[in-house]
């Protein structure tokens, strides 16, 4: 049992030593200038644009939920009137940055993770080095750039679409005044709150695409490794999106 814990142990070390260096060969190979323009805009449609459907709806349902839950809550209170900027609140501070980021993960990052699987198994990552060209550089620091931009800009819109479906549920709840659901949101929400969570998916980004890359290269030589890359670059991605929102929700909402 003890050999079995310390294998697990040091092959936990060895994955984190993995992705360290992964990111700082990335981050190298950004500043260095590698990042191809091209296809750092093609994989920004991918991330960016091609989620935000889903995205959207995703935050519009949640900020309706919660609205209603908040309508109950604050009427209970007497305190009806702030049900919106409870919704805001909320919604800036923890559930945009962490739903767009689980959103991105499933849609973006286990397609990124598949396709360099693949690449991996036809061995075009390896006719890539016979090319002198870093596979790093090539195909990772794209990525790595595109998450880094549109997970931010998703989240803000997600901000925006989920306080506007809470306010869909304002409009047919009778528990609340439609009136009073944008009136105490700009005297209350600051403005810290929202960077907030934009700061947050700056970080949920990084975690996404170094993870989902990371899957991809080391990915067994076989079809259903694929798969198995697949997998593990979603869960792998939740579970440090849940760790960096715990690290960084005290730094950050300290006040």
Known sequence: ???????????FFGFLGQISLLHLETVRGIFRGKAEYRSTMDQMARIGVESLPIAGVTMALSGAVLSYHGAIETGQWGVDQYAGWLVAEMMCRELSPILVAFVVAARAGSAMAAELGTMKVTEQIDALRALATSPVDYLVAPRYLACLVMVPI??????????????????????????DYFAYIPGHLKFVTVLGGVAKAVVFGMII???????????????????????????????????????????????
């Open 1 to 11: 049992m003890l050999q079995a814990i310390g294998r697990k142990i040091i092959a």
């Open 154 to 179: 998703l989240v803000f819109l997600g901000d925006v679409i989920g306080v506007t479906g809470g306010y869909a549920t304002a409009l047919i709840e009778p528990q609340m005044n439609a009136g």
């Open 209 to 255: 695409a170094v993870i989902s890359c990371h899957q991809g290269l080391t990915c067994g030589m076989a079809s259903e490794e694929v798969g198995r890359a697949t997998t593990k670059s979603v869960v792998y991605c939740i579970m440090l999106v849940y760790l960096a929102d715990l690290l960084l929700a005290p730094i950050l909402f300290s006040g």
